[in-house]
């Protein structure tokens, strides 16, 4: 197991521009919750769904197991139908920030211009050194 720090966004994001910091903590938490929900679809959601119809007798279905089986799998079904709709609604928030922050028109009061600006990541935020890499 890798070594984890337990470090909040607000401490990682310090560029001096608040407008900035606002804008990057923005999307480092909306990037948070998109990893928190693919780590619970893996988890809850991807085991029972694909054993859900795997107990196939070879003598063939008895009568009512079908029933029994789908009744048994409605919570799981409940929780993706949730699932799902948090994930609907995080990447609408995700394309709703971006369009705010890549606004073609300038005019607008809340958009800011951010083509010129440059993030400085010191070496003590980020340890890559023991860092392993995996291919998928």
């Known amino acids: ?59 063939g279905e008895k009568t009512g197991e079908s029933q029994m089986s789908l009744s048994r799998v409605l919570s799981t079904l409940h929780h993706a139908a949730c699932y799902v709709q948090r994930v609907q609604k995080v990447i609408r928030n995700i394309m709703h920030q971006l369009t705010s922050l890549y606004r073609t028109d300038k005019k607008s009061s809340g958009t800011i211009d951010v083509s010129d600006v440059h993030f400085q990541v010191s070496e003590g935020v980020f340890n890559f050194s023991n860092h392993q890499s995996t291919s998928i």
């Open 1 to 59: 197991m890798a070594p984890f720090e337990n470090l909040s966004l607000v401490r990682l994001v310090q560029s001096g521009n608040k407008m900035v910091n606002k804008v990057v903590l923005t999307f480092s938490a909306l990037c948070l919750e998109a990893s928190q929900l693919v780590e619970e679809a893996q988890s809850k959601l991807y085991p029972p769904l694909m054993l859900y119809g795997n107990r196939v007798a070879a003598e």
